[in-house]
């Protein structure tokens, strides 16, 4: 049965539909309205089938609701063949409001399937669900409670359908407000759901007077051949972020309450009621709702703006030590080509000068590389070249490459390996992470002090500790240590570009590690990189601090 998943079947599921909901103004009668009402439900119920079993839950649900819907009707029409009119609360009442909660349950399983929590966007929709609960309190709740021809136990009955609506409308915002609307299925499923609120007020218009035939009939129609579509709408429902709180599409959501708020106000003036106290309560607490959204749209504002403020000032840093690092490399290029140019310079000295230059050219394609690299991990398009690797050995020869630095700097070096492991990684990217780490303890350790590198296992995991007795770093400093760019308190006179750490951290993330710091200032630091022994096959995306 393929063809069910075929758009066209949809279309021409409506194209039969539409035209035979039109057709109940000439037809009539119960027997139209009942085939009518089950070609939607055959709908429901063969869309929710043929689901995926991981998103069928929620339809199935709603067809069952719908199926209990078309059922009351069926019981009500009974009622009126019968020439019975009984009133509230009567068989069919028990049987909607049996159905309500299975609807409202449909739509919280939808709502948890295509969307995250997110407080903003729940506000939102309880926004809207109020204001239309303060615009429908003087049409249709105010209307049962104020009725004198109606017991309390009706009023209580009749009373309690509003209320469901009004939950509908809250959990169909909170799906409108994610990117899901842009499926069909939702867009048809929402279509249906307004349909039905839009019978429920025709309803509300004529109760105790409705008869078979009346306008709340085209509406119910309409929105159960809707819903049938919805159900076999070939597009995937799938989770999807919020709508951001202020991009337009949110702002113009927002102004359909607003714009109701006032009309609240002129519907209770024109059915002649006065202002009373639940109506206020109503106003009220839809206005501290929306201060309360306006509160949180500044917040966001502020702290965009705190954000576009720090991100001009890495600018303006990047710029500073960009040109820094690269005028004196440049400097020392230039001015040894000019003595090497110079031809008094004997040929001795000529080929010291280009050894120079050629270190220093080394030194501006390290910093254009980390540069790059920095970059390219910042946009998640790192990548590692993975292979078998033994860390204990790329440990070992990071210590013994590191030797003559220790050795000149009078900082013991120690290295101790009590586990060995072959991982899948990235031999050339550990080894970076090596070398920085233990060129920054060598450079920020005295001399007579020492540095240790500790190589073990966890419970899952392969431990690298690096652990010098240096001048440490303050409190203040740890949160910012892996930023780019970010000289710590004490770090003035030493050679860097504040790159090193960001590039660890990028390095030891995409083979899905983690790195931590435990410093104190005067007692030394350690830094803990924790990989899993068996790195993943397709690295992760970095997250670099900003």
Request: proline residues 2%; negative net charge.
């Given at each position: 049965?393929?063809?069910?998943?075929?758009?066209?079947?949809?279309?021409?599921?409506?194209?039969?539909g539409l035209p035979a909901v039109g057709s109940y103004y000439w037809l009539g009668g119960n027997a139209c309205w009942m085939a009518i009402s089950l070609y939607g439900f055959a709908g429901l119920v063969v869309g929710a089938v043929r689901l995926p079993r991981g998103s069928r839950m929620p339809w199935l649900v709603?067809?069952?609701g719908v199926g209990l819907w078309i059922a009351g009707s069926v019981e009500t029409g009974v009622e009126r063949w019968l020439g019975r009119h009984p009133v509230p609360p009567r068989i069919s009442d028990y049987i909607y409001l049996f159905a309500y909660p299975l609807i409202g349950l449909a739509l919280i399983l939808l709502v948890r399937q295509v969307s995250r929590r997110d407080f903003a966007t729940t506000i939102d929709s309880l926004i809207v669900a109020l204001t239309v609960a303060t615009v429908l309190w003087p049409l249709m709740f105010a209307t049962v409670i104020d009725s004198h021809g109606m017991t309390l136990k009706a009023r209580l009955t009749v009373g309690t359908y509003p209320c469901w609506d009004v939950l509908f409308i809250a959990l169909a915002a909170r799906i409108a407000l994610t990117r899901t609307l842009q499926t069909r299925r939702v867009i048809l499923l929402l279509g249906g759901l307004t349909v039905f609120f839009v019978g429920d007020l025709f309803w509300f218009d004529a109760l105790g007077t409705y008869v078979l035939g009346d306008w709340m009939d085209y509406m119910w129609l309409l929105g159960y051949v809707l819903l049938g579509a919805a159900a076999l709408h070939p597009t995937q429902v799938v989770r999807s972020r919020a709508i951001q709180q202020e991009s337009?599409?949110?702002?113009?959501?927002l102004a359909i309450p607003v714009a109701l708020l006032p009309a609240a106000i002129v519907v209770e003036a024109v059915v002649g009621r006065r202002f009373t106290l639940v109506d206020g309560l109503l106003i009220s607490a839809l206005l501290l709702l929306l201060l309360g959204r306006l509160g949180s749209v500044v917040r966001g504002l502020e702290q965009a703006r705190a954000e576009l403020r720090e991100q001009n000032r890495l600018k303006d840093e990047l710029i500073s030590v960009v040109s820094h690092d690269l005028r004196t490399p440049l400097t020392s290029i230039m001015g040894y080509l000019e003595l090497a140019l110079d031809s008094d310079t004997p040929a001795e000295d000529k080929r010291d000068f280009l050894d120079v230059v050629r270190r220093n050219t080394e030194r501006l394609h390290r910093l254009v590389e980390d540069l790059l690299f920095v970059s390219r991990a910042q946009a998640g398009r790192t990548h590692l070249d993975l292979?078998?690797?033994?860390?204990?050995?790329?440990?070992r020869e990071a210590v013994a490459s590191a030797q003559p630095s220790a050795t000149t700097a009078d900082v013991t070096l120690e290295c101790t390996i009590e586990a060995t492991q072959t991982t899948l990684a990235?031999?050339?990217?550990?080894?970076?992470?090596?070398?920085?780490?233990?060129?920054?303890?060598l450079k920020f350790t005295p001399p007579g002090g020492s540095v240790g590198v500790w190589l073990g296992r966890g419970a899952d995991t392969l431990i690298v500790r690096v652990t010098d007795t240096g001048v440490g770093i303050a409190r203040e400093d740890i949160e910012h240590l892996f930023d780019r760019f970010f000289r710590a308190t004490g770090s003035d006179g030493i050679p860097g570009a504040g790159l090193g750490l960001a590039i660890v951290k990028a390095i030891v993330e995409a083979h899905g590690g983690q790195i931590e710091v435990r410093s104190r200032v005067g007692a030394g630091t350690t830094f803990e990189v924790r990989l899993p022994q068996r790195a993943p096959v397709q690295a992760r995306e970095p997250s670099l601090a900003a």
């Open positions: 049965m393929s063809f069910l998943t075929d758009v066209r079947f949809v279309r021409g599921y409506l194209a039969v709603l067809a069952t337009p599409q949110r702002f113009l959501f292979a078998s690797v033994d860390l204990g050995a790329l440990v990235d031999a050339h990217r550990l080894s970076e992470v090596l070398e920085n780490l233990l060129s920054n303890a």
